[in-house]
Each structure stands twice: as structure tokens, then as C-alpha cells.
């Protein structure tokens, strides 16, 4: 059905389309200078409010569908509310209480989490879009029937399918910064935005319908969020990662909008109907039996409504946020209870009171100009909260004042008639909780430093009484040995064993320090020339344990910190070595290995030793975790854990594969192009000599 509209009214709808294009491409050339950089708290919070909005949003569309059965709404229905639950996990997910419950870090669980709730809402709009497309070209009417238990079972599987994949399952990473689009698979879910936007604009519903209008400035929103916003964010909490976040909430709301015109349009045309009815039954005596029929008829239906009108005044009135919605003169005309909570006020006292009895007096008496301004070019915005603007504050009865943030949306009832809906959300505790939490992370910082200083000085002074314990040990045994029978020689032989174990200890503890305060400069590093040298330095070691190691040819050249990559082979095949010279089976062979990936290099270090159980893969990385005694394999434990953070540092992964009694294979990978704060934190570090 090709909808005919006023030509007029066509091109101011196309106008504004192009204009909020215009605005969003002006808003991310602005973004990508911004140094902006959120954290957790602010990421939980936004996506909070984004989970109460997709609810709302998703009853608010059901209740339309069971009003006046149309297909779109009972797709938009389901879509939203297996949305708010996917933005709800995704929201449960920031939080540290969960990193160990989830197989994968949060740097990856995080943006996958957020891609699976976009995606799954995307489809379900591009699906929603080809479903009436299908009625209408078969010549059916769009709300032909569709089966509601297909529909809500299809979404309910999807939304548990994609948290058992998430809490199971490890995750790829996220980012991708060697590309030019650091997130690429942002663009999964704008192809299904952007299927569902042309395909509601070819069918031109939005020509006259207010609905399908917000519907596309909903779709615009989605769309060019995923495009231009978080397809271009590069780490977590940057400012395109939080500009997508709240393009997120203004479609939410523009959608809310559009389904709020839609219940007051069918309100509307249901009091039509009744003043119509009432007209006919006063025209003859004749059509008395049939209009009472009529009217019956009519009187049930606006009964089911006033049934769905309560339906929806309690969900305005449960909302935890609260609602205030004023008329073109500023005076209030709804509330809910969180409003009368927050504010003081009854309701009574709120009604027909101009807005500004809720803004603190130093600011109110401009706000009839910013209104005024705002009616003029009037947009669903997001204010306060956090973000990059000027706080907000709002004022209770009692005078006092606490700080809010503030969703905006713009109902249109007709080209003379405009409302403004706000929902405030006290952000008192939010504020109190982040200041206290920028406290403890300073504090926390300073506290690290102190320790790290600490281990690294206490290091180097009990190296002098080690030295001096050594050397009058060693003394006494060159020259007072025939003065101890054999066992006093075992306890002076003991003391010189445990001054070794201690020194090893202590020079391990400075390289782990070391590793993690100096930074050395990236440079090109052939490492065939590295690990000869590696060799060079093991050299005794490797002829004393009888190890055959195995270089191949085709090492690559990469940019890398030397001194640190000298630091993980060394203890990978000093490891290696180690654990294959009591191999019984055979001779002990080390072989070194590489395979290039498509952004990584990964090399590998084999060897033919005892092999560990699967069950301690994990906690060989720890700091002096070791599985034997020292009496049966020498070491303090530190070697691993010093690969470990050199390759953290290096912004790769490091792995073991192995089996008890089959010998081990430690893969790590470092990636083709270091990451921009890895290269930015490979200035040089003058650090303290040892």
C-alpha cells in the first residue's frame, strides 16, 4: 500500500532526517579529538538505565500488539525485552565480583557482550521489517496473523543461547588496532540496522504515521552508532566506546517516544469512536436496536482499553527512575510516585506548577529561556550523569539540592501541541561511591609503589649479609674443614646450599621488580641472533644436561623490547632444560619453534621432560609456585611469572600445553604491531643500578 502524504510535510520529514545525519557526523568528528576515558562505574550505570529503557520500551510495545494486534509490535516487543536482558548481563558483566565466574577476561567479554545485545536487536527490526513486507506484497494486511508462542519462544531460546555462550564459551578478542576499524564486528549488527532502516523507508508508512517517523530516527541512530561510533573505539571506555553507549539510550528513547504517540493515537481514535456512536444513536428511531449494539460493542473495547491505559499507568508509576512530563507552558501535567519520593512533593502540590519549582533557585530563573530554546529545536538528549557537560542538580521541598541526570524526549500529540517527558534519576550515591573509588584507586597506586620499592630495597640490602654469610662459610670450610667431623661438615655444606637458594631468590625478586618498573625502548630484534645468544649464555648448562636444542631457520625479525624478550627465552629453555636432563626414555631434546599468525607471532618451546598435570596450568604462572622440591629440581619459582608479565607487558598471551609424563610446550604469541600505550609506555626508565 503506497501511502500518499502532503509534499510539504514529506520533505520537512526528509529535512530532518539529513539534519540529524549532519548532527551525528558533527558529533563523532568532535569525539574523535575528545580525551575521553570512562571506567567501569560509568559504563554499569549507563548500561543499567539503557536495561530499564529497553524494558520499558518492550512493554510498552506488547501492550500496543495486545491492543490492536499489528506484527511489528509484537516483534519490536520481544526484540526489546531479550534486548533489556542482554543489556542487563551485559551491564552484570563490568563488574569485577564476576571476572573469575566467566571464561574469558573482561576485555573481550565486555565488547562481545555488547555486540550479541546490538546484533540481537538489529535482526530482530530487519525481521520485524520483512515480515510486513511479506504480508503487504502477498496482499495481506499487516496485521495478519503471526504465531505469538513461535515468536516469544524463538526469542527466549536466542537471549539463553547467547548467555550460555558467553559464561562457557572464550572469547576471541575484541580490538583490533593494526586496522583501520578497531572493532569490526560492529558492523554485524548495522547491516541488519541498516537492512531494517531502507526497508521501513521504501514502504513509507513514515510519510504519515508518527510511529514509523520515530521508528526511522530511531533506526538512523542505531545505524550510524555502530558505524561511525563504536566501530572506531579502540579500547574500553574510550570516548567512541561511551558515545556509542548513550546513542544506545537516545534510540531507546526515541523508540519509547514513538510507541507513547502510538497508545495516545489509539486513545484518541477510541474517544472518537464513543463520540461518533453517541452522534449516530441521536440521528433516527430506526438504527436505535443496532447503534445500542454498537455501542455495547464499543463500550467492551473501551473497556479493554482503560484496562491497557491502567496496564500502562503502572508501568510509568513502577518505573525506579522518575517521570515528569510538562505542556507547552512549563506546568506540569504528570508525575509518578519515584518523582514524589525524590522530590518531597505529593502529587497535588506538583500539577499545574510550573517545572522550575524542582530547579535550584540560582538556575531557575533561566530556565524559562532554555525551554523556550528548547521548543524551537526540540531533541531526545541525555544531561548530567557523568558526562562530558556540566553537572545538574535538582531541589527537593525542603530546599535541598542533589544531583540528577536527565533523559529528555519530545512528544508531538499534533503540529501545535508538544510535551516534554524527563526522566531524573538521583545520582547522589553514584557520585559519593565514584569519588570514594578515585580515592582507593590513588591510594591503592601509591601503595603498589611503597611495596614495589620496598621489595626492591630490601632485596638489595640482604645481599651484603648474604655475601658475608657465603664468604665466612666458605672460609670456615677451606680452612677449619678437618676441625668438623662429617657432620658438622653436612651442616656447614647446608648453610652455603641455603645462601645459594636465597641469593637465587633475591636476584629473582629484583628481575621481577625490574621487569615491571623498566621500560626499554621497541627496537627491530632479529631473534635467531637473540637466542644464540640466549645459548651462548647457557652454554655450560646445555653441555652438563646433555640437551639437544633445536633452532630452526625461519625465526623472524620483530619490534619488541630485547632486553625483556632475552628474559622470557632465557627462562623458557632454562626451564625446558631443566625438566628433560632426568628424562629416562631417551635423550633430552628442546626444540624451539614459530608459526606466523595473521596479527601475531607465536613461538613455541618443546621439550621431552616430565610434563605437567593439567590441573596446574594455571598456577605455574604465579609468583614462586613451584610443583617439586628443590632437592629434586633447582629453582626458587619466579621464572614463569616473569615470562608471564613480560609478555602481559608486550600485550600478548602466553599458554602451556602438556600432560604428566609427556613433556611440555609453552606457546606465546606478541603481536605484529605493538599497541598504541605499549609503544607510548616503551620510553626509557632510568631505574635504580642494583
Not at 38 to 67: C, D, P, Q
Not at 68 to 73: G, L, R, S
Not at 196 to 208: F, H, I, P, Q, T
Request: proline share 4%.
Amino acid at each position: 500500500m503506497q501511502v500518499n502524504a502532503r509534499p510539504q510535510k514529506v520533505r520537512l520529514k526528509v529535512i530532518r532526517y539529513c539534519v540529524l545525519c549532519a548532527l551525528l557526523l558533527i558529533a563523532f568528528l568532535i569525539a574523535r579529538k575528545m580525551e575521553w576515558q570512562g571506567n567501569k562505574m560509568l559504563h554499569s550505570l549507563m548500561e543499567v538505565i539503557a536495561t530499564f529503557l529497553a524494558l520499558i520500551v518492550g512493554i510498552l510495545a506488547l501492550i500496543r500488539f495486545y491492543t490492536k494486534k499489528i506484527n511489528i509490535f509484537l516483534f519490536l516487543g520481544a526484540g526489546f525485552l531479550g534486548t533489556a536482558l542482554l543489556d542487563g548481563y551485559h551491564a552484570l558483566v563490568t563488574s569485577a565480583f564476576f571476572d573469575l565466574y566467566f571464561p574469558s577476561p573482561p576485555t573481550s567479554l565486555i565488547p562481545w557482550s555488547w555486540v550479541a545485545s546490538r546484533a540481537f536487536l538489529s535482526f530482530l527490526m530487519a525481521l520485524s521489517w520483512w515480515v510486513s513486507f511479506q504480508a503487504r506484497r502477498q496482499g495481506g494486511l499487516p496485521q495478519a496473523h503471526v504465531s505469538e508462542w513461535f515468536v516469544f519462544t524463538g526469542m527466549g531460546a536466542a537471549t539463553l543461547l547467547s548467555f550460555f555462550f558467553f559464561a562457557f564459551y572464550p572469547l576471541p578478542r575484541a580490538y583490533y588496532p593494526e586496522l583501520f576499524f578497531g572493532r569490526p564486528e560492529e558492523f554485524v549488527p548495522a547491516i541488519f540496522f541498516g537492512i531494517a532502516l531502507l526497508g521501513y523507508l521504501k514502504m513509507g508508512d513514515w510519510r504519515e504515521d508518527a510511529f514509523h517517523d520515530w521508528l526511522i530516527i530511531s533506526l538512523i541512530v542505531g545505524f550510524m552508532g555502530q558505524v561511525m561510533f563504536m566501530s572506531l573505539s579502540f579500547r574500553l571506555f574510550d570516548t567512541m566506546f561511551d558515545a556509542a553507549h548513550l546513542l544506545k539510550k537516545i534510540s531507546y528513547i526515541c523508540m519509547m517516544q514513538g510507541l507513547f504517540i502510538a497508545m495516545f493515537d489509539l486513545f484518541k481514535q477510541a474517544e472518537s469512536g464513543e463520540s461518533d456512536l453517541e452522534r449516530a444513536l441521536e440521528g433516527t428511531q430506526a438504527a436505535t436496536l443496532q447503534g445500542w449494539k454498537d455501542k455495547k460493542a464499543l463500550k467492551e473495547e473501551q473497556g479493554k482499553l482503560d484496562k491497557q491505559k491502567k496496564f500502562f499507568e503502572s508501568v510509568v508509576e513502577s518505573s525506579p527512575n522518575g517521570i515528569v512530563m510538562v505542556d507547552g507552558k512549563n506546568e506540569i501535567i504528570l508525575v509518578n510516585q519515584m518523582t514524589e519520593a525524590l522530590f518531597g512533593y505529593a502529587r497535588s502540590e506538583l500539577l499545574k506548577q510550573p517545572v522550575e519549582i524542582l530547579i535550584p533557585h540560582q538556575f531557575s530563573k533561566n530556565h524559562p529561556k532554555h525551554m523556550k530554546a528548547f521548543h524551537k529545536a526540540p531533541s531526545t538528549r541525555m544531561m548530567g550523569g557523568g558526562l562530558p557537560k556540566r553537572d545538574i542538580f535538582a531541589m527537593r521541598k525542603d530546599g535541598s539540592e542533589f544531583p540528577v541526570e536527565i533523559g529528555l524526549s519530545v512528544i508531538q500529540r499534533d503540529e501545535e501541541e508538544t510535551f516534554v517527558m524527563a526522566m531524573i534519576v538521583d545520582i547522589s550515591e553514584r557520585s559519593a561511591t565514584e569519588k570514594r573509588l578515585e580515592e582507593e584507586r590513588k591510594a591503592l597506586e601509591k601503595s603498589n609503589l611503597e611495596l614495589d620499592s620496598f621489595v626492591y630495597t630490601a632485596s638489595h640490602d640482604l645481599r651484603a649479609p648474604l655475601r658475608g654469610i657465603n664468604s665466612f662459610s666458605k672460609f670456615i670450610e677451606e680452612d677449619y674443614a678437618d676441625a668438623f667431623d662429617d657432620e658438622g661438615r653436612d651442616y656447614l655444606a647446608r648453610i652455603r646450599r641455603g645462601v645459594g637458594r636465597m641469593t637465587q631468590l633475591i636476584d629473582d625478586l629484583l628481575t621481577l621488580s625490574r621487569v615491571s618498573r623498566q621500560k626499554n625502548p621497541y627496537e627491530a630484534v632479529k631473534i635467531t641472533e637473540l637466542i644464540q645468544s640466549v645459548t651462548e649464555r647457557m652454554e655450560f648448562d646445555l653441555e652438563e644436561a646433555s640437551v639437544d636444542l633445536v633452532i630452526p631457520e625461519n625465526l623472524p625479525e620483530i619490534r619488541c623490547d630485547r632486553i625483556k624478550i632475552t628474559e622470557v627465552f632465557l627462562n623458557l629453555i632454562n626451564n625446558a632444560v631443566k625438566f628433560s636432563r632426568k628424562n629416562k626414555e631417551g635423550d633430552a631434546k628442546v626444540v624451539i619453534s614459530y608459526e606466523e599468525k595473521e596479527e601475531n607471532h607465536q613461538f613455541s618451546v618443546t621439550d621431552n621432560g616430565i610434563g605437567i598435570d593439567p590441573k596446574y596450568h594455571e598456577r605455574i604462572f604465579g609468583i614462586f609456585q613451584r610443583l617439586h622440591t628443590n632437592e629434586e629440581y633447582e629453582g626458587t619459582g619466579a621464572g614463569l611469572s616473569i615470562v608471564k608479565r613480560v609478555i602481559d607487558d608486550h600485550k600478548g598471551q602466553i599458554w602451556i600445553a602438556s600432560e604428566l609424563g609427556k613433556g611440555a610446550t609453552f606457546h606465546f604469541e606478541i603481536p605484529k604491531k605493538p599497541e598504541a600505550e605499549c609503544m607510548e609506555n616503551s620510553k626509557t626508565i632510568t631505574s635504580r643500578e642494583e
